[in-house]
């Protein structure tokens, strides 16, 4: 009798933006590719803690056999590594069976996004899988829409930037370019107003939280913000 000891292809990982946090900003590709794959990973910050990227998702999944695998990441960024090397390996015991997968990220998977990690890795240590990157609606641009604020236009220059940058540094950014978006702006926002305020920038400033879902905040005045306890899926965009 003949053995077939030929190996199962390879599956092909794609990496999936779904979005601010409306499903209906899924794009149509998106669900199309949810739809289609064995197996769906998912991260969330912590054991017992709801993946956001699942609840967006959530609806997409009613009545589905895909397997829906959460993959813990927890907050705090220098000791992430093994984490990222360990969600690597998880959805590598997938692909190698042959199984297509897809890693699901908020907004978009290469813009601040916890796939750009996983991304790497596959990129160094399995060359050989196809990898598929489903572009999403960032926050960056679903908060502008829904503050109705043009990010640009003509010749104007753009910057996106992470909020924990030093003072002179954000001073710098916030001088050099006509539109600058600040990330991660919860822990750091009232060094941030101060910074706004010396450079007379606070009126120029809009503040959206969980853009585009039924917790939606939008702020035009920032200073009273001033002392409170921020949502971590927040960002300033300044309009000079």
Known sequence: ??????????????????????????????????????????????????????????????????????????????????????????????????????????GDPLLYGTFVYILSIFQERYPEVVIEVIPGVSSINAAAARAVLPLSSGGERVAIISATYEDNALREILESFDTVVLLKVNTVFDRILDVLEEMKLVDRCIYISRCTTRDEEIVRNIRNLRGKN????????VRR
């Open 1 to 106: 009798m003949k053995v077939d000891n030929k190996k199962p292809e390879i599956g092909r990982l794609y990496g999936v933006g779904v979005g601010p946090g409306d499903p209906e900003l899924i794009t149509v590709k998106a669900q199309r590719i949810l739809s289609k794959v064995s197996a769906i990973f998912v991260p969330q910050k912590g054991t017992g803690h709801e993946s956001y990227a699942r609840s967006i998702i959530s609806g997409l999944l009613a009545g589905t056999a895909q397997k829906v695998v959460e993959l813990v990441f927890p907050m705090q960024k220098s000791a992430l590594e093994p984490y990222w090397q360990k969600a690597a390996e998880e959805i590598w015991q997938h692909l190698a069976q042959g199984k297509d997968c897809a890693f699901v990220t908020e």
């Open 230 to 237: 921020l949502d971590y899926l927040s960002l300033l965009i």
